[in-house]
């Protein structure tokens, strides 16, 4: 949320999906052993979608670029708006979302890793993670 409030109209480019080159997704081993396992990032149904955190990103950036206009204001809006327009919800999680081209694309340009021991090291007092995203033009 963070990151899409602080630079939304370079990352949400537009609302061009394409515009995203890469994801790279870090976060401490017990995260990244339940929801970031290469064994979990195809999910077929809700319940291993809701366990695939690349799932869970990609669709979040999906639902940022189709509301662009909204998120991408000159004068911004709060995180608490953000949050409103790009909350997971149940259809989220529906055989249409989980099949989503938009999504699926966006899933394949995300790379998740163990983020090593100074992310261990910050768990389970925080839950340290975090994301980086690359566009063609930066």
């Known amino acids: ?3 899409i ?5 370079n990352i949400l480019s537009g609302g061009d999906y ?3 080159s890469s994801i790279k ?3 401490y081993k017990q995260a990244y052993d339940i929801i970031g396992n290469p064994a979990n990032q195809d999910p077929q149904c809700r319940q291993s979608a809701d366990h695939c955190m690349s799932y869970i990103v990609a669709t979040l950036l999906r639902k940022a670029f189709e509301k662009h206009e909204i998120l991408s204001t000159e004068e911004g809006i ?7 327009h790009l909350m997971l919800l ?3 999680y529906s055989e249409k979302a989980i099949f989503n081209d938009v999504t699926r694309e966006i899933m394949s340009k995300i790379q998740f890793e163990h983020g090593g021991e100074e992310y261990d090291a910050g768990y389970p007092e925080g839950i340290p993670s975090s994301v980086e995203i690359q ?3 930066n």
């Open 5 to 9: 409030s602080s630079d939304s109209q």
């Open 18 to 20: 394409s515009s995203l």
């Open 135 to 137: 566009t063609r033009d």
């Open 90 to 92: 149940p259809v989220d």
């Open 1 to 3: 949320m963070d990151l």
């Open 78 to 84: 709060t995180r608490e708006e953000s949050w409103k």
């Open 25 to 27: 997704i870090k976060a």
